[in-house]
């Protein structure tokens, strides 16, 4: 399968602890998105690189949370001290320089407790 | 950012034609309109998009009217795999090119036996 991978799929952990997920976009796209999806909602845009620069942020990307992509292959998204507020599914998307289309991994659920 | 509305919920009987509305009145001339949908528990998945013209695939089609305020996105024989939450989505350009998704919270649609 040559789709986005995340891992893991699924993370819970105590409010005050650091995660981090990884994203593995398709092998020949250069776009990495990230986004976050709460409960009920549509999924909202937080950080963009392409290859390994991070060339957009959200502003519901606090402090807290880092992004990186260090050889413009897979990423990873941090989230230092976590709230509960940060419960959600995590997703990352990939497209080419030349596609319009996003295509979107199966997510990472984060549950803070 | 531009934004489209969708109804909350749809039914549909299974082998019917399902047909789901959006309206984006404050499309710019050049933005292109978007369907993605998402079943339970999975990331996005693309579905078709469109400028001006009505397209097809083999999933759907799209029909966009000649203002272009409104779409209908099209599955002309519903089945019950169909069941999922349907995104209408304008993108919005961020930088370089790239531009980021701007979901709002879906038609969900329900394919009934």
């Known amino acids: 399968d040559t789709g986005v991978s995340q891992n893991p799929r699924h993370k819970i952990t105590k409010r005050g602890q650091n995660v981090t997920f990884r994203c593995d976009p398709i092998s020949e796209h250069n776009r990495l998105y990230w986004y976050r999806q709460t409960l009920g909602q549509g999924p909202e845009f937080l950080t963009y690189?392409?290859?390994?620069?991070?060339?957009?942020k959200s502003r519901l990307l606090s402090d807290r949370f880092s992004a990186e992509r260090p050889k413009g292959s897979f990423s990873t998204l941090e989230i230092q001290r976590t709230e509960q507020g940060d419960s959600a599914m995590y997703l990352c998307a990939s497209s080419a320089r030349t596609r319009v289309m996003q295509y979107f991994g199966p997510g990472t659920r984060l549950t803070v407790l | 950012d531009a934004k489209t509305t969708q109804p909350t919920s749809m039914d549909c009987a299974e082998g019917r034609a399902a047909n789901l509305p959006c309206n984006h009145s404050?499309?710019?001339?050049?933005?292109?309109v978007y369907w993605y949908r998402q079943i339970h528990s999975q990331g996005p998945q693309y579905i078709i998009h469109g400028l001006k013209n009505n397209e097809t695939n083999e999933m759907a089609s799209l029909i966009i009217t000649e203002d272009r305020k409104s779409s209908t996105l099209i599955l002309p024989h519903a089945t019950l795999r169909d069941t999922a939450v349907y995104y209408c989505?304008?993108?919005?350009?961020?930088?370089?090119?790239?531009?980021?998704?701007?979901f709002g919270q879906g038609t969900r649609l329900t394919i009934n036996p």
């Open positions: 989505i304008v993108r919005v350009p961020i930088i370089q090119g790239a531009q980021k998704l701007v």
């Open positions: 404050t499309i710019s001339g050049n933005e292109y």
């Open positions: 690189f392409q290859n390994e620069a991070q060339l957009e």
